[in-house]
């Protein structure tokens, strides 16, 4: 592991979007893959900043839609790394909604987006990631057991794979 350091706030991606109609479901809320985008744009941010290299989303987890954003609020995007290993990245994103009436915000979306750099492995080294405020310590603090989850997973979802049919149900006989 390399000996090089950077705190989470070095690596903090802030992003506010503006809620328009065009961004809004049949429930007069924002539609769930339109904050999956923002998420994985400003999340690629973060990733950056501490890859210096070319990175790939390799998986979003441990998604919570909390509460519904809609017309006339913000949504404040905030991403940081959490964690890396060899070539990958943990970046742990909140979403905020804020009414642009009141002034009051809320929390209304969270997950753990992980990128991967293209060379492997990771040509810089990645730094060790430092955690400064309480929220950081307690999300890098849990990062490997995350870390451990997501393995765990990988033989589920590898076997779940095995069984995806990718003939048109149209052309079944």
């Given at each position: 592991?390399?000996?090089?350091?950077?705190?989470?706030?070095?690596?903090?991606?802030?992003?506010?979007?503006?809620?328009?109609?065009?961004?809004?479901?049949?429930?007069?809320?924002?539609?769930?893959?339109?904050?999956?985008?923002?998420?994985?744009?400003?999340?690629?941010?973060?990733?950056?900043?501490?890859?210096?290299?070319?990175?790939?989303?390799?998986?979003?987890?441990?998604?919570?839609?909390?509460?519904?954003?809609?017309?006339?609020?913000?949504?404040?995007?905030?991403?940081?790394?959490?964690?890396?290993?060899?070539?990958?990245?943990?970046?742990?994103?909140?979403?905020?909604?804020?009414?642009?009436?009141?002034?009051?915000?809320?929390?209304?979306?969270?997950?753990?987006?992980?990128?991967?750099t293209a060379a492997s492995p990771a040509d810089p080294e990645l730094p060790e990631i430092v955690p400064?405020?309480?929220?950081?310590?307690?999300?890098?603090?849990?990062?490997?057991?995350?870390?451990?989850?997501?393995?765990?997973?990988?033989?589920?979802?590898?076997?779940?794979?095995?069984?995806?049919?990718?003939?048109?149900?149209?052309?079944?006989?």
């Open positions: 592991m390399t000996t090089e350091k950077m705190t989470c706030r070095a690596t903090r991606s802030l992003t506010n979007h503006r809620v328009f109609p065009a961004d809004i479901n049949e429930h007069g809320t924002v539609f769930g893959g339109r904050t999956l985008a923002l998420v994985d744009d400003s999340s690629s941010v973060s990733a950056a900043r501490v890859s210096k290299q070319i990175q790939v989303t390799a998986a979003m987890d441990h998604m919570q839609f909390l509460n519904p954003f809609a017309v006339p609020e913000t949504m404040v995007i905030d991403s940081y790394v959490t964690g890396t290993s060899k070539r990958s990245m943990e970046v742990f994103v909140k979403v905020m909604g804020e009414d642009l009436t009141t002034g009051g915000r809320f929390l209304g979306f969270t997950c753990f987006v992980t990128f991967v400064e405020t309480d929220e950081e310590k307690f999300l890098c603090a849990g990062y490997e057991a995350r870390v451990q989850e997501r393995k765990a997973g990988r033989a589920t979802e590898r076997e779940t794979l095995t069984h995806i049919d990718l003939e048109a149900p149209e052309f079944k006989k």
